[in-house]
């Protein structure tokens, strides 16, 4: 009987590994991502892991079953010339899997369940998106609210209060073990932020701060920020929030004005700090919905919805760095890493990608706009630098092969 009672006893932690299939569900879900990643190595990585699947996930399983498993390093992204800086990293591919293992168990307690739940909140919770966040506004607009006023939590995913959080986590579930996990998760060694020239102050510290690009933080932030979404929805005004993009919506200015001031009021014990409307550019801002709003990479105006400038300029500006850094790499032999399949993949997956995350947009004209400025990057492409290319096959019968990346025999080891 006592060994009956404690067969049937699982635990949290033990879902992680037990049973097997529900890791192998982890590990197909981060793979389908990886594989479409704009990230080459990413790719590289993940089909190298799944060229050995069926003892990388034995290994894993044994691993956590025996809590063995460590977080490897993760590494930073690096600055782009001209841009923001955003602190991601790229976890490792079995980073990713532990990680998308435990954000399911965890989404699976009933109280984490619940605090979920908040209809307002749409970053990170399971079956919603940018779409279902910007059909709210505009079903908010139709329903007569007429004024806005957007911010951004500063530096949000850096600025978690670490023990806070793991305080609100160890109430949500009682499983050491899980916990424990957790905490090296959140606290993984990120290599190579000096050696980048990257700021460290955006990184997280003993303190503070979760890593931006990792399975787990947004549900944490989502979690820590539960209250303020309860508090900041009220009948009179609306809160929408995107993880750290935040948007409130009412019939009246002196209310958006009074939701904001309680909305600080409530993040400053958390160490969070919002975007006053005084420090201009496109963090902060507030104006009437009828002259239209930008928000989470879309404008919104008399029910008409498309990317942003910013958006679509970014795209074509990814569309221009992805043929760069093929032609170069073409052009210093580097077969094995550029090819013109290279290329045309890496520009099929970012089109592909982008085409997706804005498809819900009714406005029509920016595609096709769009379309005619990516023909003409491709035409420019096939009609200069790729016969500047071509000519050197001249020298070497078998160079054309490689540079499309048609394998040849006699490269194969």
Same mark, same amino acid.
């Given at each position: 009987m006592e060994l009956k009672t404690q067969m049937s006893k699982k635990t949290l932690y033990s879902k992680l590994y037990s049973p097997q299939k529900d890791l192998h569900e982890s590990?197909?879900? $981060?793979?389908?991502?990886?594989?479409?990643? %704009?990230?080459?190595?990413?790719?590289?990585?993940?089909?190298?892991?799944?060229?050995?699947?069926?003892?990388?996930?034995?290994?894993?399983?044994?691993?956590?079953?025996?809590? %063995?498993?460590?977080?490897?390093?993760?590494?930073?992204?690096?600055? %782009?010339?001209?841009?923001?800086?955003?602190?991601?990293v790229k976890p490792p591919i079995e980073n990713r899997i532990a990680q998308r293992r435990m954000l399911e168990v965890l989404q699976s307690v009933p109280s984490i369940k619940e605090l979920l739940k908040t209809e307002n909140s749409f970053g990170g919770i399971e079956g919603r998106g940018v779409k279902d966040a910007i059909h709210k506004v505009t079903s908010l607009v139709e329903q007569g609210y007429t004024c806005f006023l957007k911010t951004d939590i500063e530096n949000?995913?850096?600025?978690?209060?670490?023990?806070?959080?793991?305080?609100?986590?160890?109430?949500?579930?009682?499983?050491?073990?899980?916990?424990?996990?957790l905490i090296k998760a959140v606290n993984v060694e990120v290599q190579g932020i000096e050696s980048l020239g990257l700021p460290p102050a955006l990184y997280p510290t003993e303190e503070t701060g979760v890593l931006q690009g990792a399975s787990?933080?947004?549900?944490?932030?989502?979690?820590?920020?539960?209250?303020?979404?309860?508090?900041?929805?009220?009948?009179? $005004? $609306?809160?929408?929030?995107?993880?750290?993009?935040?948007?409130?919506?009412?019939?009246?200015?002196?209310?958006?004005?009074?939701?904001?001031?309680?909305?600080?009021?409530?993040? %400053?014990?958390l160490g969070l700090k919002l975007y006053d409307l005084s420090s201009g550019?496109?963090?902060?801002?507030?104006?009437?919905?009828?002259?239209?709003?930008?928000?989470?990479?879309?404008?919104?105006?008399?029910?008409?919805?498309?990317?942003?400038?910013?958006?679509?300029?970014?795209?074509?500006?990814? $569309?221009?760095?992805?043929?760069?850094?093929?032609?170069?790499?073409?052009?210093?032999?580097?077969?094995?890493?550029?090819?013109?399949?290279?290329?045309?993949?890496?520009?099929?997956?970012?089109?592909?990608?982008?085409?997706?995350?804005?498809?819900?947009?009714?406005e029509e004209k920016y595609r096709l706009a769009l379309d005619k400025h990516i023909d003409k990057r491709l035409d420019e492409f096939f009609t200069k630098r790729w016969l500047q290319l071509?000519?050197?096959?001249?020298?070497?019968?078998?160079?054309?092969?490689?540079?499309?990346?048609?394998?040849l025999l006699q490269d194969i080891e």
């Open positions: 590990w197909r879900h $981060v793979y389908s991502n990886a594989s479409k990643s %704009k990230s080459r190595e990413t790719r590289y990585e993940a089909q190298e892991y799944k060229e050995n699947e069926l003892n990388n996930m034995y290994n894993l399983a044994r691993r956590l079953r025996e809590k %063995k498993f460590k977080f490897k390093p993760e590494k930073p992204t690096p600055r %782009k010339k001209g841009k923001t800086y955003r602190p991601l949000f995913y850096g600025s978690i209060p670490k023990d806070h959080l793991f305080s609100i986590m160890s109430d949500l579930i009682n499983d050491s073990d899980l916990i424990e996990l787990l933080s947004t549900m944490l932030g989502n979690i820590l920020l539960h209250e303020f979404d309860t508090a900041l929805n009220e009948k009179s $005004v $609306v809160c929408i929030r995107y993880i750290d993009d935040i948007l409130l919506l009412s019939n009246s200015s002196r209310r958006l004005k009074a939701a904001f001031s309680n909305a600080e009021r409530i993040l %400053k014990p550019g496109h963090k902060a801002g507030s104006g009437w919905m009828s002259s239209g709003v930008e928000f989470l990479g879309c404008e919104i105006k008399n029910g008409i919805v498309k990317p942003s400038k910013k958006s679509r300029d970014h795209l074509l500006e990814e $569309v221009d760095g992805v043929i760069y850094e093929g032609y170069t790499a073409m052009c210093a032999g580097k077969h094995d890493e550029a090819t013109l399949r290279h290329v045309l993949t890496d520009l099929n997956n970012l089109i592909k990608g982008w085409g997706h995350a804005y498809s819900f947009c009714n071509k000519r050197k096959a001249s020298r070497d019968p078998f160079y054309m092969r490689r540079l499309l990346g048609v394998p």
